[in-house]
């Protein structure tokens, strides 16, 4: 999973070497330090690590040379193993990198007019989000917004470090910022975000006791156990529903594991709908046709599971 960054840095480290910009090539996963071994796929950093050999890059650069280095990896600190972030990962790698150097901002790069209330591939019309604020960017992230890895806002807010998302098309567009600042005009643009592939499953105590918080609390352990990630969360007296992406070996393991105690029905191969900053009929052209198993809202945000 690691060799397609490292091939190509290396490649670009020599294009550049030949254009006369000296770069220093650095391997992430001698920086980037994975906080257990245990979840190569979507591994976390070890902080203290992380930050202990990151930040002496500012004691060893000279200026006027470029480092280079890869997203979407890191290692573990013996130096044994190499582990990838996730989805998006290499956004959060540059605010791993940024948080640990103090940076003043981070601009990642998309194949997009900077930061859109909805998937161009998706939707003929979009808008762009010019300045949100952290908190919505984390929103988004959360419910499925793909420019954006989930991890990336919190290194970045917990250092006031302005995040740019900028179009590598059309680089003098103006990009969207994303800051502490205030939410102007954030509540106005309505943003659209489909998951597919998703799993919805419903929990009931076999018993016919209430779905009370013991209750709870088994079966969010058993999720977290599993690595399952619920994308849409709905409660009743006798019954938990959730959503996630689908995972067949997750599905039988989650099952197997509330087996004596719980009754669990499932439906997959569906769709996750959401609208935040919600107004009546923004859903109507989007659901017509399609069968609403569960539909939830809040003040801000209105969810649709669609089969």
């Not at 959401?274 to 969810?303: A, C, N, P, W």
Request: net charge negative; aromatic share 8%; with cysteine.
């Amino acid at each position: 999973m690691c060799y397609g960054e490292l091939i190509s840095t290396s490649i670009i480290h020599e294009y550049l070497s030949k254009c006369d910009i000296p770069t220093r090539w650095l391997d992430a996963r001698q920086y980037v330090i994975a906080e257990d071994d245990t979840h190569y796929r979507a591994a976390n950093p070890d902080w203290d690590e992380t930050r202990l050999r990151i930040s002496k890059l500012n004691n060893e650069h000279i200026r006027g040379i470029v480092c280079l280095t890869q997203g979407f990896i890191g290692g573990t600190a013996d130096g044994k193993h190499s582990v990838t972030l996730g989805r998006e990962g290499s956004d959060f790698t540059a605010a791993i990198f940024a948080n640990c150097l103090d940076a003043e901002e981070v601009t990642i790069w998309k194949d997009v007019d900077g930061l859109l209330n909805a998937d161009p591939k998706r939707f003929t019309e979009t808008v762009q989000l010019p300045h949100i604020p952290y908190s919505e960017a984390i929103e988004l992230a959360f419910y499925g917004a793909t420019i954006i890895h989930p991890k990336t806002i919190k290194p970045l807010q917990n250092k006031g470090i302005t995040l740019k998302v900028q179009s590598f098309l059309h680089p003098d567009h103006e990009p969207s910022l994303i800051d502490g600042g205030h939410r102007k005009n954030d509540e106005t643009i309505p943003s659209y975000i489909i998951k597919d592939d998703q799993t919805l499953v419903s929990i009931s105590p076999r018993d016919y006791s209430f779905m009370d918080e013991r209750n709870l609390k088994t079966i969010f352990e058993v999720c977290a156990d599993l690595n399952i990630h619920a994308n849409m969360i709905q409660t009743s007296a006798l019954m938990l529903s959730f959503c996630f992406d689908s995972n067949e070996q997750k599905l039988k393991q989650l099952r197997a594991n509330l087996k004596d105690s719980f009754s669990v029905k499932y439906n997959d191969g569906l769709q996750l709908f959401t609208i935040r900053h919600y107004k009546d009929g923004l859903e109507s052209d989007f659901i017509k046709g399609k069968k609403i198993l569960v539909k939830q809202g809040s003040r801000s945000t209105m969810q649709f599971v669609l089969g």
